[in-house]
């Protein structure tokens, strides 16, 4: 995670020093017009417009200072709730810190309340849903990693959501507690599904889909890219499942250095992990077999072996496409509201 705090005085300095100091575990970068003690200072290449849009693909960006500063520095770059990062200011005294940009999905909600908790800055939240105590499903949805499919959706659930509860149901175990604004249900006109499947249980519906799904991928030699991608797809496809739910991938360890898999899965984002004929060959569990797969690399079954070996259960077997053989496997997953 990565954060450009942004200071324009020195007493705002000390405050993005303060802001700096509580980020545990973020990447930061200060940047401030002030000239230091020793002397020195570093101002806004281009000035703070065009700087901004320069980093504005970080995760957050936080100002100290007038608020409008921080209204005209980002309203260049402002293009999509799914893709803004978070945006705060805070004042110099310390005394308040005020999400402006991507409450929920970007995460600036959240953040404001952990600047809170380290240096006593009252957060200023202002987004409907928050102030109500109804539920905000992007946020909630984003803090739970799952993707959102439809922004037009989740607007419609956040704006009912303030005049009635709206119903919800989900492949997972239900937590005890529900959040204020939901009842389960798998009916109505407007509701919140949360599967890795193709679900649309209401007349419209929001589908949060959890990351929650492991590939096993074999191939031959000189397998492309494309077809690995094309077959992954089509089994999703023709399983009714969605390929946001991918949190990784698997293979043994012999294709470590396959161009086709390698790019696959780093186009698509996908983590990618080898196991050794003799790991594979410990996972256990009955797996479709071929003779020729073990005498040609050591074990029985790569892919449906490889999607299970750090646990869970193939709803997919083995299926070969495009020279590549692949295997789902759902990991055990669940959700709470606390």
């Not at 952990?114 to 105590?133: K, L, W, Y």
Request: hydrophobic share 45%; net charge negative.
């Amino acid at each position: 995670m990565r954060a450009v705090l942004f200071a324009f005085t020195g007493r705002g300095k000390d405050q993005a020093l303060r802001v700096r100091d509580a980020l545990k575990g973020w990447e930061t970068e200060l940047r401030t017009s002030a000239k230091l003690a020793d002397g020195t200072f570093t101002a806004y290449d281009g000035g703070l417009p065009d700087y901004t849009g320069a980093v504005f693909d970080s995760d957050a960006l936080i100002f100290v200072g007038a608020a409008g500063i921080a209204v005209r520095a980002i309203a260049p770059h402002v293009a999509s709730k799914k893709s803004d990062p978070a945006v705060l200011c805070l004042d110099e005294a310390g005394g308040f810190v005020i999400p402006i940009l991507s409450g929920h999905i970007g995460g600036a909600n959240r953040l404001a309340r952990e600047i809170d908790r380290a240096i006593d800055a009252t957060p200023v939240i202002t987004t409907a849903t928050d102030v109500n105590g109804r539920f905000s499903v992007d946020a909630w949805a984003t803090e739970h990693g799952m993707a959102v499919t439809s922004m037009r959706a989740a607007k419609a659930v956040s704006a009912e959501i303030l005049k009635r509860d709206i119903p919800i149901c989900a492949d997972a175990p239900r937590p005890e507690r529900l959040a204020g604004g939901l009842v389960w249900s798998d009916r109505g006109d407007l509701g919140v599904c949360v599967s890795y499947r193709n679900a649309a249980p209401f007349d419209e519906t929001l589908l949060l889909v959890p990351r929650v799904l492991r590939l096993g991928i074999g191939c031959r030699r000189g397998t492309p890219a494309r077809a690995i991608r094309d077959a992954v797809y089509q089994v999703f496809t023709d399983h009714g499942l969605r390929t946001e739910a991918i949190r990784e991938a698997a293979s043994i360890d012999v294709k470590a250095d396959e161009k086709g898999l390698l790019d696959c899965c780093e186009a698509l984002g996908w983590p990618l992990t080898f196991y050794t004929a003799e790991q594979l060959n410990a996972v256990p569990g009955a797996f479709t077999p071929s003779s020729f797969v073990r005498q040609t690399v050591g074990v029985d079954n790569v892919c449906e072996r490889a999607a299970v070996a750090d646990g869970g259960r193939i709803i997919v077997p083995k299926t070969a496409l495009n020279g590549a053989t692949v295997a789902v496997a759902e990991l055990k997953w669940g959700f709470d509201f606390d």
